[in-house]
């Protein structure tokens, strides 16, 4: 059968093997009309390893809560047992996966019996898109746990550095390649082999066409959408699992374990927000203004970038169910189709407006650890700080409540809600211009505000790559002369 859509192209993983350096975005094949910027894949980090430095110790360190742990770890004591414990876990769980997709095709083998059956169909990529994300979530834990049993063992500093590329092997590598190859790359894979290339295809010439096409279009709809969900989930939980270990072994190998607890503890924190442990969006008196505000430490700092950036996408979210409010019925959306484009690019110039302010940020944040009495090493140190804080944490606001869920839900509001619904009572001419110019306008929104998510990326982390490289010379003035540099590509950015 000739695909009527934009083919799904490869998706290729293009995160770093070789040197912790930035996770470069996929070339993930969104809907057609948007296009992904990739960063560089070259390794900006290069030539600013750890000063070296007297050896901290583990022993007035904090540890953080374990509580985000929901795995069963009884009777794991050493890392052999827990990397077995990883492999059994991960493949019971996509065993379960395949024995529910072979009783479905096994109940389902007609164009009839599918016609009759969407709805379990439906029903079953779903299940896919939530075990996924139940899978991803383990190996968040798993990859905890294995950081802890590291950091809590008795080996000498060379050999907690040496152990903690397990997370790397075992949980970076090979458990999500496992969900990539099993899920992604086999069974939905499989599943569009056996319903939209084999059942339907095969109906073709015995059923009424537009029937057909219908099913057709629904079906595919329906394995692409679960296919670019799967493949976000897996290449979120991939990346983050990535930065951790990077994160964990830059830490163990200069001795830090002060750092390394810190680092620990805000991979607890994505664990808690990937498993949805987190305040929800409340504030509804949130406004749209992006002047900086002040802190008096970088502590205090973080607070504000983090409560500023939430607050500016919870703007966008107000405004966005004021607009929806009054919005619900296929007409209502005709007569509102100016107002409803208007608000797509609204979103790609707010987040642009976002970004820049993290931008902003990130100079302000640089300058009070430059402009403080610190050692080289210690600025060396806290720069750290600053890319958890800006480079991780506020970027993955934008992009998780802009770029992923606001635009997704005005997606499914307008395109699979008001207009779908509207199929079979407006002219079909007059549904399928609206449910086009619907999807453009997503399309384009999504991605702009992904490319200009992708390069705020890039320019934070190469400035973090460039002044951690003056530092770790001792070169105070270097550090200061990257930070006006910094400071004039933001100036042209707005």
């Given amino acids: 059968m000739k695909k009527r859509f934009a083919g799904f192209l490869a998706m290729v993983m293009l995160l770093p093997l070789a040197a912790c350096g930035p996770e470069t975005p996929p070339n993930t094949e969104i809907p057609s009309a948007v296009s992904s910027t990739d960063a560089s894949t070259t390794d ?8 070296s430095s007297d050896t901290a110790t583990s022993s007035g360190s904090e540890k953080p809560a374990d509580d985000a742990y929901t795995i069963d770890l009884t009777g794991i004591t050493t890392l052999e047992e827990l990397e077995t414990r990883i492999e059994e876990h991960l493949a019971s769980t996509i065993a379960s996966l395949n024995t529910q997709w072979e009783d479905l095709s096994a109940a389902i083998d007609t164009y ?24 991803c979530i383990l190996l968040y834990e798993y990859s905890a746990a294995y950081a802890r049993m590291v950091l809590d063992s008795d080996m000498s500093d060379d050999d907690k550095y040496d152990a903690i590329e397990g997370i790397h092997d075992c949980l970076y590598e090979d458990a999500c390649d496992e969900i990539n190859d099993e899920i992604y790359d086999g069974l939905l894979d499989d599943m569009n082999d056996y319903f939209y290339n084999g059942i339907l295809d095969d109906a073709q010439d015995d059923v009424d066409y537009s029937d057909w096409y219908d099913v057709c279009s629904d079906e595919y709809d329906q394995w692409y959408d679960t296919s670019s969900e799967v493949y976000d989930l897996y290449y979120d939980a991939a990346s983050d699992i990535y930065s951790f270990y990077c994160d964990m072994s830059s830490e163990l190998y200069s001795g830090d374990y002060e750092r390394a607890e ?27 203004d992006t002047a900086l505000r002040t802190a008096s430490s970088t502590e205090e700092m973080e607070t504000v970038i983090e409560t500023h950036v939430t607050e500016c996408t919870q703007a966008l979210w107000n405004e966005w169910e004021t607009m929806a409010a009054d919005i619900d019925t296929f007409d209502e959306y005709k007569e509102n189709v100016d107002s409803i484009e208007a608000f797509h690019t609204h979103i790609e110039e707010a987040a642009s407006q ?3 302010m993290i931008c902003d940020y990130g100079a302000a944040y640089a300058g009070m650890i430059i402009q403080s009495d610190s050692s ?14 800006l480079y991780e944490d506020a970027c993955k606001i934008v992009k998780d409540e802009i770029y992923e869920d606001l635009l997704g839900e005005m997606k499914d ?9 509207a199929k079979d009572s407006v002219p079909y001419s007059e549904w399928s211009e609206a ?27 190469s400035f973090y790559s460039d002044i951690c490289s003056e530092l770790y010379r001792g070169d105070t003035d270097g550090a200061a002369d990257e930070l006006q540099d910094f400071k004039d590509k933001i100036a042209k950015m707005k």
Avoid: H
């Fill in 44 to 51: 900006p980090s290069a030539g600013t390893a750890e000063p």
């Fill in 112 to 135: 009839q019996k599918y016609v009759e059956n969407t709805e379990q169909v439906s029903a079953f990529y779903q299940t896919v898109i939530t075990e996924t994300d139940q899978m």
């Fill in 262 to 288: 810190k680092v620990y503890g805000r991979f607890l924190e994505k664990i808690a927000k990937a498993k949805g442990q987190e305040t929800g969006r409340a504030n509804t008196e949130a406004t749209f």
């Fill in 354 to 356: 976002i970004l820049v």
């Fill in 376 to 389: 080289p090493k210690d600025m060396y140190n806290d720069f750290e700080d600053f890319k958890d804080c």
């Fill in 413 to 421: 509001y307008y395109y699979e809600g008001i207009i779908q619904d």
């Fill in 435 to 461: 449910r086009r110019d619907a999807y453009n306008w997503w399309s384009d929104a999504r991605g702009e505000v992904y490319s200009s998510w992708s390069d705020t990326r890039g320019d934070l982390y």
